[in-house]
């Protein structure tokens, strides 16, 4: 390799460097300035110009949104639809991937080829149908009434069908030998063998579902069962609406998340690279 070419793929290096930078300034920017805009008084939020730093610096707002607000009990809500939902989510498709793998049964090929095409029809199709069968069940503004039509992510049951399909054939087969059941099957062989993807799967589930917001935003309409993600359009005063209450409840609203996906960064994007995998 001469000279001329290490400095020309320096030079390209170095442009997709000082791009990347660019890219990831513009990208945090928003995060920066509604943080930032969180600790404002409100008549510097309003200002008709730019301001990167806050002039007088104010907590007031976060405690305006921890005790003049319903925030713990939309917190409650959230943990417990977004955890009901993954677990729910998580060990269905677990089964079902584990089935259409493993096992042979009337109407499987169906079965399978139904869940691929599911992928054609976007959630928000869906909101109708959902609507109408959770107030007929008269499950509206209710835990379940928001966990139940969050449960369907067909990209999780083929994640764990083409894991189950990559296990070794010898496993199965010694332990039909030894008269193993496929309860036995399942949870001794094939379930020990994918916490990784399960771990990632089901953190990444969590975070669909903490986010989650049009359909608890239509499922919902007592403020005491909200999500914190509907929950934070809520904060308003007498006085009508002001942007750094709202925006201080926000970033209270996705602390959560931040944490999880700073905890489990590894995990996070094992699971996307599995499901852009499966959608390319």
Not at 148 to 156: F, K, S
Request: aromatic share 16%; charged share 10%; net charge positive.
């Amino acid at each position: 390799m001469t000279p001329t070419t290490v400095r020309r793929i320096n030079w390209v290096g170095g442009i997709f460097t000082v791009l990347t930078v660019i890219i990831a300034v513009l990208w945090a920017f928003p995060i920066y300035w509604g943080i930032v805009s969180s600790l404002k008084p409100e008549d510097e939020v309003v200002r008709p110009y730019i301001e990167l730093w806050p002039e007088t610096l104010t907590f007031r707002h976060y405690w305006f949104a921890l005790t003049q607000t319903q925030i713990g009990s939309w917190y409650i809500n959230s943990v417990v639809t977004a955890v009901g939902v993954t677990v729910l989510t998580v060990s269905t498709s677990l089964f079902a991937g584990y089935a259409i793998s493993q096992l042979r049964f009337p109407g499987r090929t169906v079965l399978w080829w139904l869940i691929l095409a599911s992928f054609m029809v976007p959630t928000q199709v869906l909101i109708i149908n959902h609507f109408v069968l959770m107030a007929n069940m008269s499950l509206l503004n209710s835990w379940a009434g928001i966990i139940l039509p969050q449960l369907i992510h067909p990209v999780i049951i083929i994640v764990y069908k083409q894991f189950f399909d990559q296990v070794p054939k010898d496993f199965r087969e010694a332990a039909a030998m030894d008269n193993a059941s496929e309860w036995n099957v399942l949870f001794k062989i094939y379930i020990p063998m994918n916490w990784g993807v399960t771990t990632a799967l089901s953190i990444v589930t969590f975070i669909w579902a903490w986010n989650a917001f049009l359909w608890p935003f239509l499922a919902v309409t007592r403020t005491e069962m909200m999500t914190i993600t509907v929950g934070i359009t809520q904060v308003y005063d007498a006085f009508g609406v002001y942007y750094a209450q709202q925006l201080a409840a926000a970033v209270l609203a996705g602390i959560p998340v931040a944490l999880a996906y700073l905890l489990f960064q590894r995990k996070v994007t094992q699971a996307i690279t599995l499901s852009a995998g499966i959608k390319g």
